[in-house]
């Protein structure tokens, strides 16, 4: 018979502009940046062994392609429904089938001068759509490849209790582990 554990809820999360492309770039990234630093590198070696007139074309690939890139990328990426829950107000609840993510708006008490929340929207992440995760040293990354894919971001500050962040990453590891049979 399966254990029926808690649910495990996060506090208000809400990922910054830069660490949002950060983990973007290092995410889906990769491929794009090495293609674009090989062009770059072989116009510039091109511009010293061959025609001095290439050096043209690496500034070219700089200053037009690079922010062309970084549109499409940010457009492609950022801007998948699942992705974008990570720059907005958000908790997060691990359940024993998925994840919730409760969208919340944000406005602040006129008479207490606190911020309050307000529930938004809830949409349920089951964990058969994750394959992996990522650590790093203060976050964990959660890509999802199947369905809208995406990925959903969680710092290790982002729970009260001391084995919050553990409990939550054994209910993924586990359903990773099932994903994987």
Not at 38 to 43: F, K, Q, V
Not at 83 to 108: C, R, W
Not at 129 to 146: A, C, D, M, N, Q
């Amino acid at each position: 018979m399966a254990e029926h554990m808690e649910h495990i809820k996060t506090n208000v999360l809400r990922m910054s502009k830069t660490v949002f492309f950060k983990e973007m770039l290092k995410l889906y990234g990769a491929p794009w940046i090495l293609v674009f630093l090989l062009i770059l590198i072989t116009a510039a070696v091109l511009s010293v062994i061959h025609d001095l007139r290439w050096i043209i074309v690496a500034l070219m690939i700089v200053c037009i392609t690079a922010p062309m890139m970084l549109a499409f990328f940010y457009i492609f990426h950022g801007m998948k429904p699942l992705t974008v829950i990570n720059s907005l107000p958000h908790t997060l609840s691990f359940e024993d089938d998925g994840i919730t993510a409760t969208l919340l708006s944000q406005h602040k008490n006129e008479e207490t001068n606190e911020t309050e929340y307000t529930e938004l929207s809830r949409r349920f992440l089951p964990y058969s759509e994750i394959r992996s995760y990522k650590s790093g040293v203060t976050s964990i990354i959660l890509p999802f490849e199947k369905g809208d894919k995406g990925f959903i971001w969680l710092p290790v500050s982002a729970f009260d209790e001391e084995n919050g962040l553990l409990d939550a990453m054994n209910k993924v590891i586990s359903a990773i582990r099932n994903n994987k049979l």
